[in-house]
């Protein structure tokens, strides 16, 4: 089946194609070009409006749920609603992430994910790359929404049994780099090329750079839930944000981080650096109301998720929103920010090989969108997954 799109403005990473096409086979694309150089006749063509731009597809590394279904449901189902919600909100690939749990829970959600992996997850809907692995070895003081019950020090040999539930699935860690065994699970982690992030850390910024210097590359939900800015001791926020190597996810929902603290952090890192996440859970794309998050009740009201004593419960923020977001907060542009959404992310994960880019040979991962942020058609891996009612 082929797929073309013209008449297109397209977002590649260093350039913005003005009055283009694009031709998509075999689920990537095999051309990007000028419309006076664009074949006539595929399968299925495309007629873009004036103001419909052509984006890469957003890449999730830290999201928990939607639709009503979260990871930590240990069900094949729950992951297939995730990923067919997804797209209505440009996202074309994402990491299902569990939470601090029992491990018997957290290895039952592992094994449900190994069963979507090999069972179905199919081009025309978001693709499931793997695990985040947020808790269970993280601080009680920094524990924000994860049972504190259920939190454990770090252990390697856990670690192990986990990811062989998974199918070897998965790919980032987040931990608090100052607990008892951390600094151990950091070496293997690196030694196995596993991605590790600190966060919900208690750790100092002497403690948070010699873990840097172990391995960690990330910093997970920068400023929530970790160590902060202070003129004595910068954190392992200062940490993440002056170590060149470390990649800083950001919720750029309004509510976890102030506009300007976003602002702050990207003139720190500059767009190479920032990754943007939801940190979603179940109650995105619902109703206002109660859900549960890992035994707990939280209530949505609005743009905010809260436990019942306040505390921040992740959030509901889809990724057209945080790219609106970034750019109405900082001034950066579409072209930057999506980086942060697209190209970074694939950096992280290893994986700009294949996407992360619109690039001829790799997936074709895409998002229509027009210049209010509203998403029309979103392709995952060359099959439409979403249409909407104007396109």
């Keep these: 089946m082929t797929l073309l799109i013209q008449n297109a403005t397209i977002y590649q990473e260093n350039t913005i194609l003005q009055n283009g096409y694009i031709l998509i086979k075999d ?15 595929a399968d299925e063509i495309i007629t873009l409006k004036e103001g419909q731009l052509v984006l890469p597809g957003f890449i999730d590394i830290h999201i928990h749920g939607a639709a009503g279904a979260d990871a930590m449901d240990s069900t094949e189902e729950a992951l297939r609603v995730m ?3 997804l797209p209505k909100e440009g996202t074309t690939s994402f990491l299902a992430t569990t939470m601090t749990q029992d491990p018997a829970n957290i290895n039952k959600a592992l094994k449900a994910i190994y069963s979507f992996r ?6 025309g809907e978001t693709e499931m790359l793997g695990v985040h692995l947020e808790g269970p070895f993280i601080s009680p003081s920094k524990a924000g929404a994860q049972p504190l019950h259920h939190i454990k020090n770090a252990d390697v040999d856990i670690f192990k049994e986990w990811n062989e539930s998974s199918g070897n699935a998965i790919k980032l860690v987040t931990l608090a780099p100052e607990q008892p065994g951390a600094k151990e699970l950091i070496k293997h982690l690196r030694a196995s ?3 590790c992030s600190m966060g919900h850390t208690n750790a100092t910024y002497e403690q948070a750079s010699e873990a840097i210097e172990h391995g960690i590359s990330n910093a997970t939900h920068l400023f929530n839930q970790m160590t902060g800015l202070h003129h004595r001791d910068i954190g392992a926020a200062g940490a993440a944000l002056l170590h060149d190597q470390v990649f800083v996810e ?11 603290m976003i602002k702050l952090a990207l003139k720190v890192k500059g767009t190479e650096k920032a990754i943007l996440i939801t940190d979603a859970m179940r109650a995105k794309g619902m109703a206002d109301g109660q859900y549960d998050l890992g035994g707990q009740e939280v209530t949505v009201t609005g743009d905010e998720a809260r436990l019942a004593d306040g505390t921040l419960a992740g959030s509901i923020l889809k990724m057209n929103d945080a790219i609106k977001n970034v750019c109405h907060f900082t001034g950066y542009s579409l ?6 959404a697209s190209v970074n992310p694939a950096k992280q994960l290893n994986i700009y090989d294949q996407k992360g880019s619109i690039a001829v040979g790799k997936d074709a991962d895409l998002v229509i969108m027009d210049t209010n942020f509203n998403v029309s058609m979103t392709i995952c891996r060359g099959k439409i997954a979403y249409r909407g009612e104007e396109q």
């Design 27 to 41: 689920n990537q694309i095999k051309e990007v070009g000028l419309m006076e150089n664009s074949p006539q006749h």
């Design 83 to 85: 990923a067919k919600e």
């Design 118 to 123: 090999i069972n179905g997850n199919p081009a």
């Design 193 to 195: 090329n596993i991605i």
């Design 250 to 260: 950001m919720i750029a929902d309004g509510i976890h981080i102030s506009p300007e």
């Design 335 to 340: 072209q930057e920010v999506v980086q942060m």
